[in-house]
């Protein structure tokens, strides 16, 4: 990076850490080490090459800071990356709808983790939009799509999932974790968030 690029990578690593719930300088580190190496394969920011390197490892920070217009300006070149956001926040959607539906029901995970139910309700909104789609059937309906419209399609199914939390009582962040598992404990929401990112859990009173 060069010396104009560690200001705002700095600023973003900090809005990223606190999103994600790190406390201490030992946690935030271990995390903007990890995205550096994953992003960008380097191990201090200096090593971290000033143009590809540096748009990766600040399109991640955006990511996982919720910060959905700074993730459009270093997304170039990332419309698989955007398709994968869009379905995993479109399985969110699902679990959402479920937890909603049926309060008093144990939260049947093979039956919301499904790939294919996220791709159709991903088909269902682009249709609705008046997205052209043809590829589903393989899981590359975002080759039909500018990355534009793949963000708009993402953008649309966060604002549902938003709603869906405000709906079901939740009082935790609404910002969007692609990791993040939607559930019902009793008659409470839970969410759980996988990989090296300790665990989680926020609870709301899912409204009777």
């Not at 479920?98 to 093979?110: G, I, K, L, R, S």
């Amino acid at each position: 990076m060069t010396k104009a690029q560690l200001k705002p990578y700095w600023r973003a690593v900090g809005r990223a850490a606190s999103a994600l719930g790190l406390v201490g300088r030992e946690a935030v580190e271990k995390y903007r080490h990890e995205v550096m190496m994953e992003e960008a394969g380097a191990e201090h920011a200096r090593d971290v090459d000033s143009a590809d390197g540096f748009d990766r490892v600040m399109y991640r920070l955006a990511v996982d800071a919720g910060d959905w217009g700074a993730a459009a300006r270093f997304a170039s070149g990332e419309e698989r990356r955007m398709a994968h956001l869009v379905e995993q926040c479109a399985r969110q959607v699902i679990e959402l709808k479920q937890c909603e539906a049926t309060p008093d029901m144990v939260f049947a995970t093979e039956a919301i983790d499904s790939r294919a139910a996220a791709l159709s309700y991903v088909v269902g909104v682009m249709r609705q939009a008046g997205y052209p789609v043809y590829s589903q059937a393989n899981g590359d309906w975002w080759l039909d799509i500018t990355g534009g419209m793949a963000f708009q399609v993402f953008r649309m199914l966060d604002t549902h999932r938003r709603r869906l939390l405000r709906r079901l009582g939740w009082s935790g962040p609404l910002s969007f974790d692609a990791d993040a598992s939607w559930h019902l404990d009793g008659a409470m929401l839970s969410v759980r968030h996988a990989g090296d990112i300790p665990l989680q859990l926020h609870v709301g009173r899912v409204p009777a």
